[in-house]
C-alpha cells in the first residue's frame, strides 16, 4: 500500500473542509504565507457525510482559501487518535475591575458567581485567576448548545478591544504561546469541550474564537510542501491524488521522510 493511504493523506475539495474557530486573519490583510507550495496537510476529521473538520492551522487554511485554491492536502484524522485541550490563557492587561465592567454590560450572559456555586442548566463556568486577589468564577450563557456559547463570544468579543491574550503551555514550539507567563498576569480557565461541540460550531458557523482549543492528533504529518500551480490547475482530482501518491513515494525512495518519536512523520526533511 503506499504510504500517503497508510497516512491518511488526501487531496480534498477545499469547500468540503470547514473550521471550528474564528480566523484571525482579515480580508483584506498582507500574507507572507508562500503561495507555490502548500507546506503542511491540513488535519481534518469527518464533520458529516458531505465533510470535514479543520483541526488545526486556521489562518493559514483562511488565506488559501482567499488565493482561490481549488483543493488542498489534507490528513485525515479518526476520532480515537484525537485529543482536545482547552487552553490555560494569559491576559496581562485584564483586572478584577475591568471583568466586572464587562459583566455589567452583558448581565444575562455573562454572570460572576462566588466559589462553589452551582452552575444552572444553561451556563458553562470559566475561571479567572487574579494576581492580587482571589479567583473568580464566571457564569456564561450556552442556551443552544449549538456551537460556540454565547457568553464566550460575547467574552472574547470584549477581550478583542483590549488586549492580546495567548495560551500558557509548556512546549516552545508554538509561535501565539506566552513561554514565560509573567506572575502578575491574569489567567483564565476554560472549559472543556467535545469534538461533539467544535463539530457543531463548524456546521452552524457559530464558530469559537481563535486559539483556545488545541486538537493534538497522534500522529501529525508536516512538511509535504505540495505545488500550489497543481492544487489551482482544472485537471481531475484523480489526478492531483496520483501526483501526491508519486510525490510521497519518490521521497521515500530518497530517503527525504523520517518519524520522529513516532508523533511527527516528515515527508520532506
Known amino acids: 500500500m503506499n504510504s500517503s493511504d497508510l497516512l491518511h493523506i488526501r487531496i480534498l475539495p477545499i469547500e468540503q473542509i470547514y473550521p471550528f474557530e474564528q480566523t484571525t486573519v482579515s480580508d483584506d490583510a498582507p500574507s507572507d504565507e508562500d503561495l507555490r507550495f502548500v507546506r503542511d496537510p491540513f488535519p481534518v476529521t469527518e464533520l458529516n457525510e458531505d465533510g470535514f473538520l479543520l483541526l488545526q492551522d486556521t489562518d493559514r487554511f483562511n488565506v488559501l482559501l482567499r488565493a482561490g485554491l481549488l483543493h ?34 452583558h448581565p444575562d450572559e455573562i454572570i460572576p ?14 475561571s479567572f485567576q487574579f494576581p492580587d486577589c482571589d479567583p473568580q468564577t464566571v457564569l456564561l450563557r450556552y442556551d443552544a448548545k449549538v456551537g460556540c456559547p454565547d457568553g464566550l463570544r460575547l467574552l472574547f468579543d470584549e477581550f478583542s478591544t483590549l488586549g492580546r491574550y495567548a495560551p500558557v503551555v509548556k512546549d516552545s514550539g508554538r509561535a501565539d504561546q506566552l513561554l514565560k507567563p509573567s506572575s502578575s498576569a491574569t489567567t483564565l480557565t476554560l472549559p472543556g469541550f467535545s469534538l461533539a461541540d467544535l463539530r457543531m460550531a463548524a456546521a452552524s458557523e457559530d464558530l469559537f474564537p481563535a486559539n483556545l482549543i488545541r486538537v493534538v492528533p497522534e500522529l501529525r504529518v508536516i512538511a509535504i510542501d505540495f505545488p500550489v500551480s497543481v492544487l489551482t490547475s482544472d485537471i481531475p482530482i484523480g489526478d492531483k491524488q496520483s501526483f501526491l501518491h508519486e510525490l510521497i513515494s519518490l521521497r521515500e525512495q530518497a530517503n527525504r521522510t523520517s518519524m520522529v518519536e513516532g508523533r511527527v512523520y516528515i515527508l520532506n526533511r
Open 72 to 105: 488542498v492536502p489534507a490528513q485525515i484524522v479518526a476520532e480515537p487518535a484525537l485529543r482536545l485541550v482547552s487552553e490555560k490563557l494569559a491576559l496581562p492587561w485584564l483586572s478584577r475591575d475591568t471583568l466586572s465592567d464587562i459583566a455589567v454590560r
Open 113 to 126: 458567581i462566588s466559589e462553589g456555586a452551582e452552575i444552572p442548566e444553561g451556563f458553562v463556568s470559566v
